[in-house]
């Protein structure tokens, strides 16, 4: 009741001129109420009260106030942990540009990670040093999502195959000098799809990311016996940089005993990354369920997202997750390498946990018990009787999805011609006019929107 009370007035004080004469404001923006928390980095797995004040996480214990709080969400028998990190995405989309991963074959990335609970996505490579401004102009700064980038080690990025195979086109010093201009956005160097048998383009990328100071992402291309995979990881690649597709079965991850790849195991005890990267055409269960049988987990899952993959056996960030709880992970771990490790791979500390002072990027994830079918590259399916589903995710300390309303009051307890009645420091979807920092009340000047009801 508490939550409902403060919800009414405190937008009717400000509205009034009254605010601050009755009582000070609330400790907490919003505060998320009886939740099952998991956050790796703090070693939490235990239900916990999640207080939001300012865009941070401002208090997490075992009881906080609800009269502390300007709006109380109830999420017990719900999961919340801190907002999904998806390294492994391809959103340069809108430059027009065919067949390319700068142009048509990326994705607009709001349609496709909030609502499955990702806060942050890492581009993987689409942009290269020549690029990567009008990327950053054209999707990074007009996105909701927060979006980092691999810069890729091609200068033009992953505009197809004439420019993906350009050796001359891979070089390391523009493509440091451009992560350095741009520390904290551009968090890695990419190799991707190159076919040939040079050993060049990881050389080069490794070299720009021992210049800028970052990990580099591998995606190893064609298969080449004049660069074996063992190479790669025990040789190539540097403690911390990251081998994806893991799971792909397309460069010798397991031997033809069925066993994985001795150099897999000998380069992560080097402290090479290993990374799902499921995408359209890189996971398989007859690689992954061996592999995981044997002990080798991924260090991080991501999705690959792109055109090919969205539609296709991926689907989303929740649905890889769900492949690795069927395969017999416990969602700790998969909530660990969804969120704190790849944040910790790309050196982002401040994301992939909720230590107090952190941001406030939340997810509120249900797991649902039924009949349910999970599909690889090739198309086959394993059954699976859990999967994830996202109730609400929170975005620097706001809402900005709610699949089922759970934040919102029944609009029959309202009063009659109800406006936008959220408020700014807690709602990114339906803040009423004047209580988002920066905007003019103007009353009535805008139709309600429609609150989201959700529905499977
Ligand atoms: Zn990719």
Redesign the pocket.
């Known amino acids: 009741m508490a939550a409902i009370r403060n919800l009414f007035l405190v937008p009717l004080a400000f509205a009034l001129g009254v605010a601050g004469q009755s009582q000070p404001p609330p400790k907490y923006d919003l505060l998320l109420r009886g939740g099952h928390v998991i956050d790796a980095r703090n070693k939490i797995s235990a239900v916990r009260d999640v207080a939001i004040a300012g865009g941070k996480i401002a208090a997490i214990d075992a009881r906080l106030d609800p009269a502390d709080a300007l709006k109380t969400v109830d999420v017990s028998g719900l999961y919340v942990t801190p907002g999904l990190v998806d390294i492994?995405?391809?959103t340069y989309t809108g430059t027009g540009e065919r067949a390319s991963?700068a142009g048509d074959n990326s994705v607009s990335p709001d349609g496709f990670t909030f609502r499955v609970g990702v806060t942050t996505v890492a581009d993987?490579?689409c942009a290269g040093w020549r690029n990567f401004e009008d990327f950053k102009q054209r999707i990074i700064d007009r996105s909701k999502t927060r979006i980092l980038a691999f810069i890729n080690i091609v200068g033009n990025g992953?505009r197809g195959g004439a420019y993906e195979q350009d050796l001359s086109d891979m070089e390391a010093q523009p493509t440091a000098d451009m992560a350095r201009k741009y520390p904290g956005l551009i968090i890695g160097v990419k190799t991707?799809h190159y076919n040939g048998p040079e050993w060049a383009p990881v050389e080069r990328a490794v070299e720009a990311g021992t210049m800028a100071n970052i990990p580099v992402m591998v995606?190893f291309g064609a298969n080449k016996p004049e660069r074996p995979l063992a190479d790669l990881v025990t040789k190539k690649l540097r403690p911390g940089d990251i081998y994806?597709?893991m799971y792909s079965g397309l460069r010798g991850e397991l031997d033809p005993s069925g066993h994985v790849n001795a150099g897999m195991i000998e380069g992560r005890k080097r402290g090479v990354i290993f990374d799902v990267?499921h995408?359209g055409g890189?996971f398989l269960w007859r690689v992954a369920v061996p592999a995981i049988k044997q002990g080798f987990t991924p260090d991080s899952i991501s999705t690959?997202l792109?055109i090919g993959s969205m539609n296709t056996g991926m689907k989303d960030m929740l649905n890889v997750m769900d492949k690795f709880l069927a395969m017999g992970l416990s969602l700790d771990d998969v909530i660990a390498q969804s969120t704190w490790h790849p944040a910790r791979e790309i050196k982002q500390d401040g994301l992939g946990h909720l230590s107090i002072g952190a941001t406030a990027d939340v997810a509120v994830l249900r797991v649902e018990q039924g009949h349910f079918g999970l599909v690889d590259m090739n198309g086959a399916r394993m059954d699976a009787t859990q999967r994830l589903m996202c109730e609400l995710t929170v975005k620097d300390g706001k809402v900005v999805y709610d699949l089922n309303g759970i934040s919102r009051p029944d609009w029959q307890t309202l009063p009659a011609g109800y406006g936008p009645i959220g408020d700014g420091r807690w709602d990114g979807l339906n803040p009423a006019r004047g209580t988002t920092p920066g905007t003019q009340r103007g009353r009535g000047a805008a139709p309600a929107a429609a609150p989201t009801r959700g529905g499977r």
Do not use: L
């Open positions: 492994h995405a391809h991963y993987a490579g992953m991707a995606d994806t597709h990267g995408g890189s690959d792109h």
